[in-house]
Each structure stands twice: as C-alpha cells, then as structure tokens.
C-alpha cells in the first residue's frame, strides 16, 4: 500500500545509508555524464562538420572535445537526472489504471467502462510525453554543440 511505501521511504532517510546512496548516486551520475561526454562531444563536432560539408580534417573528434566537452556534460548530466524523473513520474502515474485493474481482477464488473478509459488515457499521454521528451533530447545536442561564444551559429 501507499502508506507501507511512505513508511520504507522514512525509515531509509532516517538511516545513515541515505547520505552515502546519495552521495553515490550523485557520483554515479557525474561518472556517467563524464564518459559519454568524451565521446559525444567529438561524434557530434564530426556530425556538424560532414553535414556542413566541410573538408575532413585531422583531430577533428579531439577538437569537438575541446570545444564541446562542457556543454555536453552539464547536458547529459541534465539529461540523466530528468530522464530518472521521467521514469517515476511514469510509474507514478499508472497507479490509477493499476489499482482499477486490480478491482476489475477482483471480481468488480461495474468498473470496467472506467478502467478502459483512465487505461487509455495514461497510454496516450505517457506515449506523447516520453516522444516529446525523446525528440527535444536529440535535437538540443546538435545545437548545444554549434553554439559558438557571443553568438548562435545555424548547426543543421
């Protein structure tokens, strides 16, 4: 039940191993972001470089990591934290459907017409959030990486 979970989530800040899986948590997301950095970085210098159609050049990747490695971090570790959010929000937000099709299963007919459409409902808006949430992600990266110093730069 709800209440059993806000007890579990109590008595875990309460302890003291909720300021070391934070901290860990924390230093997860800082590693995670670092590494992907590294190589997002110099992909998408290469990626505005072809579709500019400029000549290929040596340590093109090493340039794009110079230039973009910052942005990009505070991107992915942006990216990485909301995606988590993303992810409960979406769990949170089937619980209605969850406990209408727990009724239906026990045995409560009348619930039926109600549970297909609150169903329907969360199926629709999670699909339209989680694209939506999927198409802004991959478009900023580009533009986040043709972003030049005092001033914006068409990248695509």
Known sequence: TLSGWTAKIGEFFSGSDAIL????SILAVLALAA???VFLSGYINVLISSVEDKQKVKGEFATGIKRNYLKTFIYLCLTIVLSAALFFFVLYSAIPTVFLLKLF???DTGVIFTMLIVALLTIIVMLFCVLFYGMYLS???PSIAGLKKKNIVKTC
Not at 21 to 24: E, I, P, R, Y
């Open 139 to 141: 478009y900023i990266l």
């Open 21 to 24: 899986v934070s901290f860990l």
């Open 105 to 107: 299963l026990d045995g």
């Open 35 to 37: 590494i992907l950095s």
